[in-house]
Nanobody, 119 residues
Framework: VQLQASGGGLVQPGGSLRLSCAAS????????MGWIRQAIGKEREGISC????????KYADSVKGRFIMPRDNAKSTVYLHMNNLKPEDTAVYYC?????????????WGQGTLVTVSS
């Protein structure tokens, strides 16, 4: 099982960046998918979650209106399109897969990709 995140880098405030997360070793279409980030010295923050059931996506207030999370089950890939980036968006971004069964939950995590927003 692998979640391979990519696309991080250095971007100026107000700029855009697109992250990708390629899933392998499991059937992504049966999992809720999400992006989580963690900045240095701060707690992990869930920023988006896409439902496998109806395809709807919820966003954290901190990124609502700026970030979009497309999902392509045929390519087993989720994306994070980040616009109007701010210095406070600087963090390591992780993709996450979750499937709930009766009595247990299965979670998979990617290795993270660093996003730095700075002039």
């Amino acid at each position: 099982v692998q979640l391979q995140a990519s696309g991080g880098g250095l971007v100026q405030p107000g700029g855009s960046l697109r992250l990708s997360c390629a899933a392998s070793g499991f059937q992504m279409e049966y999992y809720d998918m999400g992006w989580i980030r963690q900045a240095i010295g701060k707690e992990r923050e869930g920023i988006s979650c896409n439902s496998k059931n109806d395809g709807s996506t919820k966003y954290a207030d901190s990124v609502k209106g700026r970030f979009i999370m497309p999902r392509d089950n045929a390519k087993s890939t989720v994306y994070l399109h980040m616009n109007n980036l701010k210095p406070e968006d600087t963090a390591v971004y992780y993709c996450h897969a979750r499937k709930r069964y009766i009595g247990r939950t299965v979670d998979y995590w990617g290795q993270g990709t660093l996003v730095t927003v700075s002039s």
